[in-house]
């Protein structure tokens, strides 16, 4: 999976679960502070974001320290890559 | 049929071997059922219909899971059936496992095996399991139709000529214990040691055709003598040592650590006596049914999770009794074994669905909206409740109010979750903390029963997401989904 559409499916999560305009959705937009998720959106957003691709998110602690959109395609990314080499994410 | 067969077969199950498939969620074995497709109807079948070769899975779905189960550390796979081996490509399966480096075995009533496929099946050193109730030919036509009844010692004399048994591949003589077939028991273990074969003796599970027929009953007591019998001149003479101890004669099953079933149509199932479905494979890998499951994590920690009597007993951190059984007489798969003999004298402490929530969850009147819990399955409980007029939310005109649903939902999964721990100390306390796609589709009156399902769709930390259902004689009332959040160690967080 590209980085490219990482971004693409990423974005379409946030608009499509949380009705958050694309033109808000930029790299260094803070999830909290920016794009207005609280801590119960953060369980919506897991979900469909493992959902929409395939990969395990809930127990990894790294998914904690993401902060702007930009830390999560590169967390999805990372998380992509590390299933291609295990087999399964 | 049974599952508990891969010991049995030679596959090494050290201590810890199994404690560390149980900290990891791996598996030392998987069960799958070829097809359900049968030669015989037999009286005592513990199975269900075929749905018909459309809805089973596929030759590359089977070699697939297989794969995956090899991949998350089987070292055995065991085919099941109906009678795998009318199935075409049983032998195709066969030789597939084998050049995964795995070994097979396989449970069979002797059809089409002719001195040929007996060869063959001793040439790819298949563990085999003739089911053979007993030696007369009346209990071995409660099995079978009559002119199936001589399948198995046919197929007997077949497997002889071509090898069997030998060290590179057993072949036991699978028997389920019923009132027709007791007073052989004794003659038969003894015959088989004699013949070198191995003895599969199980008490039957009660569920399928069996309790129907009420031909399988055999009163505790009984059972008791039979395996103290048996265990005394399987020392005596054999100079094999055990402890008697339910569901298996000279075994311990405590197969839920290590091992689970795949069914013909994919369904996941701790195993063949216990038939909550986990998962379907078709719609998740096998590693994630297995890890997400919370059935089959309390059957890993058993000796932790077990209510009742059994966890008082003295035999508690190597038996945990058959799960199978205690499911289907209980509804509870961590109640006590209701068939155990040491717990003949503690049947009225083994709690069994449907019960009342009173105890389950911390609410009382007026504010608890449930009466009764149903039943509860892998991640997912049915609760009840009759509408009344002294219940909250309720008008003048004997309508309920919408958001009462809401409440009626996050009371279920509390129950759910109070009666998984139910005698492990105190309750967790959960909140209920979001609700959205709440749908309205009917108005509820006093003197309603209601019927609300629950099931735990997702996690978070410490936040669970529950999709609930409330219905009314079968029509949905209401549909939404609930945010629940509970400690980490708690249960309804836990999906």
Excluded at chain 2, 207 to 233: C, M, N, T, W, Y
Excluded at chain 2, 349 to 365: M, R, S, W
Aim: glycine residues 8%.
């Amino acid at each position: 999976m590209t980085e490219q559409q990482v971004i693409q499916w990423t974005n379409e999560v946030f608009e499509q679960a949380f009705e958050i305009e694309r033109s808000m959705l930029t790299a260094d937009a803070h999830i909290f502070e920016d794009l207005g998720l609280d801590s119960l959106d953060i369980v919506d957003l897991v979900v469909a974001l493992q959902d929409r691709f395939g990969i395990r998110i809930r127990e990894d602690e790294r998914i904690r320290t993401v902060e702007t959109l930009g830390d999560l395609y590169a967390y999805i990314v990372m998380v992509g890559q590390e299933a291609a080499l295990g087999g399964e994410g | 049929m049974s599952g508990c067969f891969a010991s049995a077969t030679g596959l090494e199950l050290r201590a810890e071997l199994i404690a560390e498939a149980v900290a990891q969620k791996r598996l030392l074995s998987m069960e799958i059922e070829l097809s359900r497709d049968c030669n015989p109807r037999c009286a005592l079948c513990d199975g269900v219909e075929s749905e018909g070769a459309n809805r089973e899975l596929t030759s590359q779905e089977s070699r697939d899971v297989i794969l995956q189960a090899k991949a998350l550390g089987a070292r055995t796979i065991t085919i099941l059936g109906g009678e795998p081996m009318i199935h075409r490509g049983i032998f195709d399966l066969i030789e597939f496992i084998r050049e995964q480096g795995l070994g097979v075995a396989l449970f069979t009533n002797g059809a089409n095996v002719a001195a040929d496929t007996a060869q063959r099946l001793f040439e790819n050193r298949v563990n085999l399991a003739l089911e053979m109730d007993a030696f007369t030919p009346m209990v071995q036509r409660l099995r079978a139709q009559e002119e199936d009844a001589s399948l198995a010692i046919e197929a007997l004399r077949n497997l002889k000529e071509a090898g069997y048994p030998s060290d590179e591949a057993s072949l036991a003589i699978s028997t389920r214990i019923c009132r027709h077939n007791m007073s052989e028991m004794v003659d038969l273990w003894q015959w088989l040691r004699d013949q070198g074969l191995l003895p599969y003796l199980e008490m039957m599970p009660p569920k399928g055709a069996a309790p129907a027929s009420q031909q399988s009953d055999v009163e505790p007591g009984k059972l008791h003598d039979l395996f103290d019998e048996i265990a005394r001149i399987d020392a005596e003479k054999y100079g094999r040592i055990w402890e008697p101890q339910p569901p298996l004669v000279g075994h311990a099953c405590l197969r839920h650590g290590f091992s689970c079933l795949v069914g013909a149509t994919g369904n996941v199932t701790p195993c063949v006596g216990l038939p909550i479905v986990l998962g379907n494979v078709r719609r998740d890998s096998l590693r994630r049914i297995l890890e997400d499951s919370e059935v089959l994590e309390d059957l890993r920690n058993a000796t932790r999770t077990i209510k009742g009597p059994c966890s008082e007993c003295d035999k508690a951190g190597h038996c945990y009794g058959c799960r199978g059984t205690a499911y289907n007489l209980t509804g509870d798969y961590l109640a006590s074994d209701p068939t155990c003999w040491r717990n003949a004298d503690r049947r009225d402490e083994i709690l069994t669905l449907p019960v009342a929530v009173e105890g389950l969850i911390p609410h009382q009147a007026p504010m608890c909206l449930i009466d009764t819990l149903l039943s509860v399955g892998e991640r997912s409980a049915r609760t009840s409740v009759r509408v009344t007029g002294e219940m909250p939310f309720v008008d003048t005109d004997g309508l309920l109010d919408e958001c009462a649903c809401i409440e009626m939902i996050a009371q279920s999964i509390a129950a759910m979750a109070g009666f998984r721990r139910a005698g492990r100390g105190t309750p967790q306390i959960g909140m209920l903390v979001g609700a959205k796609d709440l749908r309205i589709e009917g108005p509820v009156h006093v003197g309603d029963l209601l019927e609300i399902s629950v099931y735990k769709t997702a996690r978070f930390g410490e936040i669970g997401v529950v999709a609930g259902i409330v219905q009314r004689d079968g029509t949905v009332i209401a549909r939404g989904e609930i945010k629940v959040w509970e400690n980490a160690a708690s249960d309804a967080a836990r999906a």
